[in-house]
C-alpha cells in the first residue's frame, strides 16, 4: 500500500516561489506515474501536473512556464517547483500516485500580498 505525505507548503507574496514535496512510502516508486493536483475553496479538484514513470511530464496551461515537477527515485520523492506565483494559484495542493492509487493528505499554497 502506498502511503504519501506532502510538504511545503505556505504563505508567498505574489511573484514568489515555492517547492513543494512530496514522499512515498510502500510500493514501488519508480514504477508508478505521479501527479499534481489542487482544491481551491469552492472548487473542484483540478489536475496541476503529471510526471510518468518514464520522466515524461505534462502541465495544466495556466501553469505552464511557471511550475516543474520533477522525482527522484531514489528518493522515493516528486517535487513540484512553483515561481511566479499568482493570487488565483491559492489552493490546498495534493500529490496522487498510479496505477497503485493513493492520495496525499494536501498541503495548503497561500498566494497573497
Known amino acids: 500500500q502506498v502511503r504519501l505525505v506532502e510538504s511545503g507548503g505556505g504563505l508567498v507574496q505574489p511573484g514568489g516561489s515555492l517547492r513543494l514535496s512530496c514522499a512515498a512510502s510502500g510500493g514501488i516508486f519508480s514504477l508508478n506515474n505521479m501527479g499534481w493536483y489542487r482544491q481551491a475553496p469552492g472548487k473542484q479538484r483540478e489536475w496541476v501536473a503529471t510526471i510518468t514513470s518514464k520522466s515524461n511530464t505534462n502541465y495544466t496551461d495556466s501553469v505552464k512556464g511557471r511550475f516543474t515537477i520533477s522525482r527522484d527515485n531514489p528518493k522515493n520523492t516528486v517535487y513540484l517547483q512553483m515561481n511566479s506565483l499568482k493570487p488565483e494559484d491559492t489552493a490546498v495542493y495534493y500529490c496522487?500516485?498510479?496505477?497503485?492509487?493513493?492520495w496525499g493528505q494536501g498541503t495548503q499554497v497561500t498566494v497573497s500580498s
Open positions: 496522487k500516485s498510479w496505477p497503485q492509487v493513493a
